[in-house]
C-alpha cells in the first residue's frame, strides 16, 4: 500500500511540479519552498530554571536550523524542480524495494525457506538508497551553505550556514542496513550448503 501510495505522491509530485515550472503561481506546485539541510551556530543570552531550582544565566550555543527556502526567480524554480525529483524518486525506490522484500520474504516462508538471493539484493538496494538519501542532503547542505545563500542575517546577526551534521543518522541506518543485508547474504549461503548436505 505505501508502495502504491509513493508511486502516486511521485507522478502527482511530477506533474505539479511541472505546473509551478510553467505558471509560477500555480496553487498546488511547491517548488518555491526548496528544502534546506543546512545549520548556522550562534552565542546568544540565555537563562532556565531546572525543576529542582537551579538557575542559569549565561552565554549558550544556539543551532538554528532553516527548513526551507522562498524565491520565485527561475532558477531557484529549477533548482527546486530537480530537488523535489530526486527527493521523490529516492522515496519512491525505498518503498519500492521495501515491497520487494516483503513479498519476497512472504513467498520464501510459504515454500519453507528462510532465505535468498533476491531478498540479500532488495536489502542491499535498501541500503544503497538510504545512503543516497543521507547523501543528497548532504549534498543539498554543501550546496546552499557554500554557493547558493550569501548572507544570512537573523535579529541583526550575520551567521555562517553549514551543512546539517545531524543528518549523520542517515548514514549510520545505511551502514546498519548494509550489515543487515551481509548477515542475510551468509543466512543464504548456509542454507544452501545446507540444502546440499541433504
Known amino acids: 500500500m505505501l508502495f502504491l501510495i509513493s508511486g502516486v505522491n511521485l507522478a502527482g509530485g511530477v506533474i505539479f511540479n511541472l505546473m ?23 552565542q546568544a543570552e540565555t537563562s532556565y530554571t531546572l525543576l ?7 552565554s549558550s550555543e544556539v543551532v538554528l536550523q532553516l527548513k526551507e527556502l ?3 526567480e527561475f532558477v531557484y524554480l529549477l533548482f527546486g524542480f530537480v530537488d523535489n525529483l530526486i527527493f521523490l524518486l529516492i522515496i519512491y525506490f525505498l518503498f519500492k524495494n521495501a515491497y520487494m522484500l516483503f513479498g519476497n ?8 525457506g528462510s532465505f535468498c538471493q533476491s531478498s540479500y539484493q532488495n536489502i542491499r538496494c535498501l541500503g ?11 549534498i543539498n547542505g554543501l550546496l546552499f551553505s557554500l ?8 535579529e541583526g546577526m550575520k551567521l555562517d550556514l553549514y551543512p546539517d551534521i545531524s543528518e549523520f543518522g542517515g548514514f549510520v541506518v ?3 542496513i548494509f550489515a543487515f543485508a551481509e548477515v542475510f547474504r551468509a543466512g543464504v549461503v548456509m542454507q544452501e550448503e545446507s540444502e546440499l548436505t541433504i
Open 20 to 42: 509551478t515550472l510553467i505558471f509560477p503561481n500555480f496553487p498546488f506546485g511547491g517548488l518555491n519552498h526548496m528544502n534546506l539541510f543546512s545549520t548556522a551556530n550562534f
Open 70 to 72: 522562498h524565491s520565485n
Open 52 to 58: 529542582g531550582g537551579d538557575v542559569f544565566k549565561g
Open 105 to 112: 520474504l512472504t513467498e520464501n516462508f510459504k515454500s519453507g
Open 128 to 138: 544503497f538508497w538510504m545512503f543516497g538519501l543521507w547523501l543528497y542532503r548532504m
Open 174 to 176: 545505511a551502514l546498519i
Open 147 to 154: 554557493f547558493f545563500i550569501d548572507d544570512l542575517v537573523v
